[in-house]
């Protein structure tokens, strides 16, 4: 047993470094070997200056120092026969003089070996290129003649250079040319004009390519363009000059800048505007250049493929263009190889995680060379995204090359395996101090390195157990993280680390001060000129710790001013001026800390009320108010607000007349009529408003007629024979005069009709009556007054009240779709029979059951000559008709009419419950659907069994006529649990299934208590299957359909795929089974499923999520039905570990070690019994029955054993349902000791002592008895 747990324990340690190396990269100390290590290279692409001496950078480092060798376009390059190649002193860069030789001779694609006695290291191939500024050629470049308002191209067409030249237009002068929305230079360095102008004449127009890398320019031949305007061209709609055609396509790279382009020509001058079609763009990587005309998005990503639309617009139209942008990727790590520090004899895994579009392909190489040419190594195991490590030897160190490649290029990363028997040793300084503040973090360092890698233990001053817990984090690295620092923390604390060559600890200290803090802060201040103002700062902080107190003003230092008085926790300003408002902030800093407090010092006040109000130029409809301004109180004065009161109507009541500037002391006052006037002013700055001034003198101005009708009139009955004609009346400022009333007017529309009208007052509504139902009429509400009326008023539409309509629908009819649903359709109703504002029909449909009153409503806009009625009843009759409604109400109905709706599958079966279990039997009783939904075709029985692992045995199936609600199941194997299906039928096809387990009884003294049911419920089935089940207990769950084609679509998971179920009830018999990845653009792959309503979907990868559903196509291959989306996840599952009791040379061994103790046993008994009986033998001679050997009642152990009697049973043996043996079967024999039976081991390795000539599994075991020493028993004891 202990073997065996120390092998348990030996795999777990195992993993647990496993683990360990996957996650944790180690730097090897330079003073211990290591195989050498990339440190710097030159970049992939190296373009280099022909001028000077070409350097192609390789350094590295190890133990040894590692030796270098070079390859020039695959082969080895020799430099000590080339004097012009010299490589640097400990290093392996390469300098090259190209003085007096062409550089073309050293261009080439270099790659570098950086080699010691543990592996070999290999950098980029470094791809040497001279950088190339060709002449440009000679050309004859002839004048450019257009008509102005024509756009212009002017082309650059640059030589090719390495890297391209960067384009920009000159003229002779060497300014650049002026650019803005019409004149614009494209990506290619071509010069558009979107439409010339007389102005655009010129002969100098030069286009001109710098070259970076040398830094020389050239230039093209000037290019004269002569704008004539004797036949101009008109103003037109835009269209592209670049790209051409409706659409376009681009490619990018992830991490690339997509850069796409629209130049439009027109008249007048087009503006361009961008979007995306399928989103947003994103906002923090998109920027628009060249006068809008370039859309620019940084640092690509997936999510930017799409549609981007550019609108080119102008006062003629507008035109667009579509660029579908995809998005590539060259290789990319999710994780590069880590090196990897192993122990002899442990285990590690080297990870090459790349990503890319296409997927990129891996291959391993060591030290330089691909690792199928390697030598063989036993302990290695490639795969495709990894190398596996197992019992390294010493000596095995090496340099791998992980190099994953696609059409868009390549990566290649350096990883070393290197094998060291170190003991620990902390890299961390003895005895370091550590301060921190109380209630914050504190780490601590234990930086160590050891092979095999070290444990690292903490513990503190005066206590013997290890730190851990909630308050403590032991990270990777070794370092200590106390996550909130108290006073009781500081101490002495010892790290330790151990690994099986040896022991190292470290000492530091912790120290944990007092947090910094102010107690009393500065508080804000308002102060007046000439004033004094102290703000106060007390600081507490640690006594162990230095404070310093700084006052900032404005974030800067204070004033060199001797009225800044600084103490030890004040500041105080004395006489105070206007340039002392500010923020003023007192920080206490210390060496561990700092707090920080802030104040605002403001010198404001309201404004004092302005004084001397005089009225001036007196008029019938205005007046000038002037008014002095009082103090604005060092708070200049915004705005002044003019108030008057109405004396004559709205005594002591002000109001806001207007605003004026602060800047201004006078207004000039538009009055109304017939009010008595008094006019105030009040100031106003940022503190807020001044006192009201003084009233001045009063001013009435005469009544005049009325100058503004009343608003808001509107015109609407709410009767079926009058209107209602209502407005907002005028207040008492718009009167003008005296006797205000309103002239109320109105009139039928469909006619030559004359006005009505009425006048009435101190109202805001009347109401004519008598008129017609629902007919237009126009009103007008004007007021009057003793002076006169108001302008004539603008009539108002409206009409009288609604009244319920006169008829019902015609042509009223129904189309049966399917089982669940119709489409009723209808004639519009006569404008004239709606007597009102037409709002749609309405449908009321029931079904024809006594039972269910229900009456269904369904409505339906006024345009709509037809409706769907969804979830219908199979199988039923229902009524309908069809009614209009307006705003007053519904109108007649249409005659009732009835239709069928066809048959479709069943419901559930009601019950299902198992009765009468015996030995091999049983009878399953169950219920008929409470929705038939058609006529029962019959019902379909199905079973299995399922074993203790709970994995499901063969499916059996039954069908049963309709008639019946039992079936008794014979040939049943006794002491099996089996699971039952069943569901019933029409002839749509199959309804949904219940489910029930039960376990046929393996003892006769049970059947009397049958025990039935042990799980109900939702069953996902093994495929092929029945796919869907319900639970046995109601309500039944309602199903919702997403199509009307399919409907109880489910799906489960497991370790063989996906199985979906669904039912279908369309015509069309070509399903398929379409799936893609979640929140992916892949297309849906789609698998044939030949008509079945089960499917198994194989090839899923774990831990990915799916998004999957059912189709139905027709002939042509066009989709006619789709059901609903399903999500679902692929768990990943775990690799199984070997179990050491099911290896051959374990259960050999102890099949050996008992038949060896047996013989010995077996001697043993015939020497001390030799002519004799056991009292055992005695004990079972009493007994009546010599076939029968019951178990004792109270713990169910066996009777005591006979040496001669072979059929009573042995400890561990199976024993039959009925409690006997047969006497045939003996107890002796190799078969029942375990020779090629069912003897196997515990998980943890002990030895199940269980033997049978059966070959079912046991489903009961006795216990152990405690008499004599039988075979069985002694091998029991033994193990």
């Given at each position: 047993?202990?073997?065996i747990?120390?092998?348990?324990?030996h795999?777990?340690?195992?993993?647990l470094?496993?683990?360990?190396?996957?996650?944790?990269a180690?730097?090897?100390p330079l003073?211990?070997?290591?195989?050498?290590?990339?440190?710097?290279?030159?970049?992939?692409?190296?373009?280099?200056d022909?001028r000077?001496?070409?350097?192609?950078?390789?350094?590295?480092?190890?133990?040894p120092?590692?030796?270098?060798?070079?390859?020039?376009?695959?082969?080895?390059?020799?430099?000590?026969?080339?004097?012009?190649v010299?490589?640097?002193p400990g290093?392996?860069?390469?300098?090259?003089d190209?003085?007096?030789?062409?550089?073309?001779?050293?261009?080439g694609?270099?790659?570098?070996?950086?080699?010691?006695?543990?592996?070999a290291?290999?950098?980029?191939?470094?791809v040497?290129?001279?950088?190339r500024s060709?002449?440009?050629?000679?050309?004859?470049?002839?004048?450019i003649?257009?008509?102005e308002?024509?756009?212009?191209?002017l082309?650059?067409?640059?030589p090719?250079?390495?890297?391209?030249p960067i384009?920009?237009?000159?003229?002779?002068?060497?300014?650049?040319l002026?650019q803005?929305?019409?004149v614009?230079?494209?990506l290619?360095?071509?010069?558009?004009?979107?439409?010339?102008?007389?102005?655009?004449?010129?002969s100098?127009?030069?286009?001109?390519?710098?070259?970076?890398?040398?830094?020389?320019i050239?230039?093209?031949q000037?290019?004269?363009?002569?704008?004539?305007?004797d036949?101009?061209?008109?103003?037109?709609?835009?269209?592209?000059?670049?790209?051409?055609?409706?659409?376009?396509s681009?490619?990018?790279?992830?991490?690339?800048?997509?850069?796409?382009e629209?130049?439009?020509?027109?008249?007048?001058?087009?503006?361009?505007?961008w979007?995306?079609?399928?989103?947003?763009l994103?906002?923090n990587?998109?920027?628009?250049?060249?006068?809008?005309?370039?859309?620019?998005?940084?640092?690509?990503t997936?999510?930017?493929a799409?549609?981007?639309?550019?609108?080119?617009?102008?006062?003629?139209?507008?035109?667009?263009?579509?660029?579908?942008?995809?998005?590539?990727?060259?290789?990319?790590?999710i994780?590069?190889?880590?090196?990897?520090?192993?122990?002899?004899?442990?285990?590690?895994?080297?990870?090459c995680?790349?990503?890319?579009?296409?997927?990129?392909?891996?291959?391993w190489?060591?030290n330089?060379?691909?690792?199928?040419?390697?030598?063989?190594?036993?302990?290695?195991k490639?795969?495709?995204?990894?190398?596996?490590?197992?019992?390294?030897q010493?000596g095995?160190?090496?340099?791998?090359?992980c190099?994953t490649?696609?059409?868009?290029?390549?990566?290649?990363?350096?990883?070393?395996?290197?094998?060291?028997?170190?003991?620990?040793?902390?890299?961390?300084r003895p005895?370091?101090?550590?301060?921190?503040?109380?209630?914050?973090?504190?780490?601590?360092?234990?930086?160590?390195?050891?092979?095999?890698i070290?444990k690292?233990?903490w513990?503190?001053?005066?206590?013997?157990?290890?730190?851990?817990?909630d308050?403590?984090?032991q990270?990777n690295?070794?370092s200590?993280?106390?996550?909130t620092a108290?006073?009781?923390?500081?101490?002495k604390?010892?790290?330790?680390?151990?690994?099986?060559?040896?022991k190292?600890?470290?000492?530091?200290?912790l120290e944990?001060?007092?947090?910094?803090?102010i107690?009393?802060?500065?508080?804000?201040?308002?102060?007046?000129?000439?004033?004094?103002?102290?703000?106060?700062?007390?600081?507490?902080?640690d006594?162990?710790?230095?404070?310093?107190?700084?006052?900032?003003?404005?974030?800067g230092?204070?004033?060199?001013d001797e009225?800044f008085v600084?103490?030890?926790?004040?500041l105080?300003?004395?006489n105070?001026?206007?340039?002392?408002?500010?923020?003023?902030?007192?920080?206490?800093?210390?060496?561990?800390?700092q707090?920080?407090?802030?104040?605002?010092?403001t010198?404001?006040?309201?404004?004092?009320?302005?004084?001397?109000?005089e009225?001036?130029?007196?008029?019938?409809r205005s007046?000038?108010l002037?008014?002095?301004?009082?103090?604005?109180?060092?708070?200049p004065?915004?705005?002044?607000?003019?108030?008057?009161?109405d004396?004559?109507h709205q005594q002591?009541?002000?109001?806001?007349?207007?605003?004026?500037?602060?800047?201004?002391?006078?207004?000039?006052?538009?009055?109304?009529?017939?009010?008595?006037?008094?006019?105030?002013v009040l100031?106003?700055?940022?503190?807020?408003?001044?006192?009201?001034s003084?009233?001045?003198?009063?001013?009435?101005?005469?009544?005049?007629?009325?100058?503004e009708n009343?608003?808001?009139?509107?015109?609407?009955g709410?009767?079926?024979?009058?209107?209602?004609?209502?407005w907002?009346?005028l207040t008492?400022l718009?009167?003008?005069?005296p006797?205000?009333?309103?002239?109320?007017s109105w009139?039928q529309?469909?006619?030559?009709?004359?006005?009505?009208?009425?006048?009435?007052?101190n109202?805001?509504?009347y109401?004519?009556?008598?008129?017609?139902?629902?007919?237009?009429?126009?009103?007008k509400?004007?007021?009057?007054?003793?002076?006169g009326?108001?302008?004539?008023?603008?009539?108002?539409?409206?009409f009288?009240?609604?009244?319920?309509?006169m008829?019902?629908p015609?042509?009223?009819?129904v189309?049966?779709e399917?089982s669940?649903?119709?489409?009723?359709?209808?004639?519009?109703?006569?404008?004239?029979?709606?007597?009102?504002?037409?709002?749609?029909?309405k449908?009321?449909?029931?079904?024809?059951?006594?039972?269910i009153?229900?009456q269904?409503?369904?409505?339906?806009?006024r345009?709509k000559?037809q409706?769907?009625?969804p979830?219908l009843?199979?199988?039923?009759q229902?009524t309908?008709n069809v009614?209009?409604?307006?705003?007053k109400?519904?109108?007649p109905s249409?005659?009732?009419?009835q239709?069928?709706?066809?048959e479709?599958?069943?419901?559930?079966?009601?019950s299902?419950?198992?009765?009468?279990?015996?030995?091999?039997?049983?009878?399953?009783?169950?219920?008929?659907p409470?929705?038939?939904?058609?006529?029962l075709?019959?019902?379909?029985l199905?079973?299995?069994?399922?074993?203790?692992?709970?994995?499901?045995?063969?499916?059996?199936?039954?069908?049963?006529p309709?008639?019946t609600?039992?079936?008794?199941l014979h040939?049943?194997?006794?002491?099996?649990?089996?699971?039952?299906?069943?569901?019933?039928?029409?002839?749509?096809?199959?309804?949904?299934?219940?489910?029930?387990?039960?376990?046929i009884?393996m003892?006769?003294?049970?059947?009397?208590?049958?025990?039935?049911?042990?799980?109900?419920?939702?069953?996902e089935?093994?495929?092929?299957?029945?796919?869907t089940?319900?639970?046995?207990?109601?309500?039944f769950p309602?199903?919702?359909?997403?199509?009307?084609?399919?409907g109880?679509?489910?799906?489960?998971?497991?370790?063989?795929?996906?199985?979906?179920?669904?039912?279908?009830?369309g015509q069309?018999k070509?399903?398929f089974?379409?799936?893609?990845?979640?929140?992916s653009?892949?297309?849906?792959?789609?698998?044939?499923v030949?008509?079945?309503q089960t499917?198994?979907?194989?090839?899923?990868?774990?831990g990915?999520?799916?998004?999957?559903?059912v189709?139905?196509?027709?002939?042509?291959?066009v989709?006619?039905?789709?059901?609903?989306?399903?999500?679902?996840?692929v768990?990943?599952?775990?690799?199984?570990q070997?179990?050491?009791?099911?290896?051959?040379?374990f259960?050999?061994?102890?099949?050996?070690?008992?038949?060896?103790i047996?013989?010995l046993?077996i001697?043993c008994f015939i020497?001390?019994?030799?002519?004799?009986?056991y009292?055992?033998k005695?004990?079972?001679?009493?007994?009546?029955?010599?076939?029968?050997?019951?178990?004792?009642?109270?713990d169910?152990?066996?009777?005591?054993?006979s040496?001669?009697e072979?059929?009573k049973?042995?400890?561990g043996?199976?024993?039959p349902?009925?409690?006997?043996?047969?006497?045939?079967?003996?107890?002796?024999s190799l078969v029942?000791?375990?020779?090629?039976?069912?003897?196997?081991?515990?998980?943890?390795?002990?030895?199940i002592?269980?033997?049978?000539?059966?070959?079912e599994?046991d489903?009961a075991?006795?216990?152990?008895s405690?008499?004599?020493?039988?075979?069985?028993?002694?091998?029991n004891?033994f193990?």
């Amino acid at each position: 047993m202990e073997s065996i747990l120390q092998c348990v324990l030996h795999v777990s340690v195992t993993i647990l470094l496993l683990l360990g190396h996957m996650i944790t990269a180690l730097e090897v100390p330079l003073d211990l070997p290591q195989p050498p290590t990339i440190t710097h290279q030159s970049p992939k692409d190296y373009i280099v200056d022909p001028r000077e001496s070409i350097v192609v950078h390789c350094e590295a480092k190890g133990k040894p120092h590692p030796s270098f060798s070079w390859t020039r376009n695959g082969t080895h390059f020799d430099i000590d026969k080339d004097p012009k190649v010299t490589m640097k002193p400990g290093a392996g860069t390469l300098v090259i003089d190209i003085s007096g030789e062409k550089p073309e001779a050293y261009e080439g694609v270099y790659q570098c070996t950086a080699r010691n006695e543990h592996g070999a290291a290999v950098s980029n191939n470094i791809v040497v290129r001279q950088s190339r500024s060709p002449l440009w050629a000679k050309e004859r470049i002839e004048p450019i003649v257009v008509q102005e308002g024509v756009s212009l191209v002017l082309q650059c067409r640059p030589p090719a250079g390495l890297p391209p030249p960067i384009i920009f237009w000159m003229d002779n002068n060497f300014l650049r040319l002026i650019q803005n929305s019409r004149v614009s230079q494209a990506l290619n360095g071509d010069l558009y004009f979107s439409n010339v102008r007389t102005e655009d004449t010129r002969s100098d127009y030069i286009c001109y390519a710098r070259f970076p890398h040398t830094q020389t320019i050239q230039q093209k031949q000037p290019i004269t363009v002569r704008v004539l305007n004797d036949s101009p061209s008109g103003e037109r709609r835009p269209t592209f000059l670049v790209p051409s055609g409706a659409s376009s396509s681009a490619m990018v790279l992830r991490g690339d800048v997509l850069q796409l382009e629209c130049i439009a020509e027109g008249l007048p001058t087009p503006e361009i505007s961008w979007r995306k079609d399928s989103g947003d763009l994103p906002m923090n990587r998109t920027t628009l250049h060249n006068f809008q005309k370039t859309l620019m998005i940084s640092d690509v990503t997936e999510a930017d493929a799409g549609d981007y639309r550019c609108m080119a617009s102008n006062s003629q139209g507008a035109v667009y263009h579509i660029i579908t942008v995809t998005v590539k990727a060259a290789p990319y790590w999710i994780s590069t190889p880590k090196n990897l520090i192993l122990a002899p004899k442990e285990t590690g895994v080297l990870s090459c995680l790349p990503s890319g579009n296409p997927k990129p392909i891996i291959s391993w190489s060591m030290n330089g060379i691909p690792i199928e040419n390697s030598p063989r190594d036993p302990s290695r195991k490639v795969e495709e995204d990894s190398i596996i490590f197992s019992d390294v030897q010493p000596g095995s160190s090496a340099v791998y090359q992980c190099n994953t490649s696609n059409e868009f290029g390549y990566l290649l990363a350096n990883a070393f395996v290197n094998v060291l028997a170190e003991p620990p040793r902390v890299l961390t300084r003895p005895n370091e101090v550590y301060q921190v503040i109380a209630n914050g973090p504190a780490l601590l360092d234990c930086a160590t390195f050891g092979s095999p890698i070290p444990k690292i233990t903490w513990f503190k001053e005066g206590q013997n157990s290890v730190l851990d817990g909630d308050d403590y984090e032991q990270h990777n690295n070794g370092s200590l993280e106390i996550h909130t620092a108290q006073k009781a923390d500081s101490g002495k604390y010892t790290c330790v680390a151990i690994n099986s060559l040896g022991k190292k600890e470290n000492h530091v200290y912790l120290e944990v001060k007092e947090p910094t803090r102010i107690l009393k802060q500065p508080e804000y201040k308002v102060v007046q000129r000439k004033g004094n103002v102290l703000f106060e700062c007390k600081v507490k902080h640690d006594p162990s710790l230095i404070p310093t107190m700084t006052w900032l003003k404005n974030d800067g230092e204070l004033p060199d001013d001797e009225r800044f008085v600084v103490d030890m926790d004040s500041l105080t300003i004395y006489n105070v001026t206007e340039g002392d408002e500010g923020t003023y902030t007192c920080i206490m800093n210390t060496t561990l800390d700092q707090d920080s407090a802030s104040a605002r010092l403001t010198l404001v006040d309201q404004p004092d009320p302005p004084t001397d109000l005089e009225m001036t130029e007196l008029r019938a409809r205005s007046v000038q108010l002037t008014w002095v301004p009082g103090s604005d109180n060092n708070s200049p004065i915004q705005r002044f607000i003019i108030q008057y009161e109405d004396v004559l109507h709205q005594q002591g009541v002000w109001h806001n007349l207007t605003e004026v500037p602060g800047t201004k002391t006078t207004a000039h006052l538009a009055l109304s009529p017939y009010v008595l006037y008094a006019f105030r002013v009040l100031a106003v700055n940022e503190v807020g408003f001044s006192q009201p001034s003084y009233p001045s003198a009063r001013y009435q101005t005469e009544p005049a007629a009325p100058e503004e009708n009343p608003s808001e009139v509107d015109a609407a009955g709410n009767e079926h024979d009058n209107l209602v004609i209502s407005w907002k009346a005028l207040t008492s400022l718009q009167s003008s005069g005296p006797g205000l009333q309103y002239k109320v007017s109105w009139r039928q529309t469909d006619g030559d009709r004359d006005w009505e009208s009425v006048t009435v007052a101190n109202v805001s509504k009347y109401v004519v009556l008598g008129t017609p139902t629902y007919v237009p009429f126009e009103v007008k509400v004007q007021a009057v007054n003793d002076y006169g009326s108001a302008p004539e008023p603008t009539a108002v539409r409206g009409f009288s009240g609604e009244d319920l309509p006169m008829a019902p629908p015609e042509a009223v009819q129904v189309l049966v779709e399917n089982s669940t649903l119709a489409e009723v359709q209808w004639d519009p109703i006569n404008p004239q029979m709606v007597r009102g504002w037409l709002m749609g029909y309405k449908v009321y449909y029931w079904k024809e059951d006594p039972q269910i009153e229900e009456q269904k409503v369904l409505t339906f806009g006024r345009n709509k000559t037809q409706g769907k009625l969804p979830g219908l009843q199979p199988y039923s009759q229902y009524t309908f008709n069809v009614r209009a409604f307006n705003e007053k109400g519904e109108g007649p109905s249409s005659p009732n009419q009835q239709f069928n709706t066809p048959e479709g599958v069943p419901g559930p079966p009601a019950s299902l419950r198992i009765t009468n279990p015996s030995l091999d039997s049983l009878t399953v009783e169950w219920g008929p659907p409470v929705e038939l939904n058609g006529q029962l075709t019959g019902y379909t029985l199905r079973y299995q069994p399922i074993n203790s692992t709970n994995e499901l045995g063969p499916l059996e199936e039954v069908t049963l006529p309709a008639n019946t609600t039992s079936c008794t199941l014979h040939s049943l194997k006794y002491s099996t649990r089996y699971k039952f299906y069943l569901n019933a039928n029409t002839v749509k096809g199959a309804g949904p299934a219940v489910t029930e387990e039960t376990v046929i009884i393996m003892d006769e003294d049970l059947m009397h208590h049958p025990a039935v049911d042990v799980g109900k419920g939702h069953t996902e089935l093994p495929h092929p299957v029945f796919p869907t089940t319900l639970s046995l207990r109601p309500p039944f769950p309602k199903v919702h359909l997403s199509s009307p084609g399919f409907g109880n679509v489910s799906s489960s998971v497991g370790e063989d795929g996906a199985v979906l179920s669904w039912e279908y009830w369309g015509q069309d018999k070509n399903l398929f089974v379409e799936y893609t990845v979640d929140n992916s653009k892949e297309e849906w792959t789609k698998e044939s499923v030949n008509g079945s309503q089960t499917y198994l979907l194989k090839g899923l990868k774990a831990g990915t999520s799916y998004k999957v559903r059912v189709v139905a196509k027709d002939h042509t291959g066009v989709t006619v039905h789709s059901s609903q989306e399903l999500s679902i996840t692929v768990p990943v599952i775990p690799s199984q570990q070997v179990d050491i009791a099911t290896q051959g040379w374990f259960i050999g061994l102890m099949c050996a070690i008992a038949l060896l103790i047996l013989v010995l046993l077996i001697a043993c008994f015939i020497k001390r019994n030799k002519g004799g009986k056991y009292p055992v033998k005695e004990k079972e001679d009493a007994h009546a029955d010599p076939e029968i050997q019951p178990m004792k009642d109270d713990d169910g152990t066996f009777g005591e054993y006979s040496d001669t009697e072979d059929h009573k049973p042995l400890k561990g043996s199976r024993t039959p349902s009925n409690g006997t043996v047969k006497k045939d079967d003996s107890d002796d024999s190799l078969v029942d000791y375990g020779e090629g039976g069912e003897g196997q081991f515990n998980e943890d390795g002990s030895f199940i002592g269980q033997y049978s000539g059966k070959k079912e599994r046991d489903t009961a075991e006795g216990n152990e008895s405690s008499e004599a020493p039988s075979p069985v028993n002694a091998m029991n004891s033994f193990v």
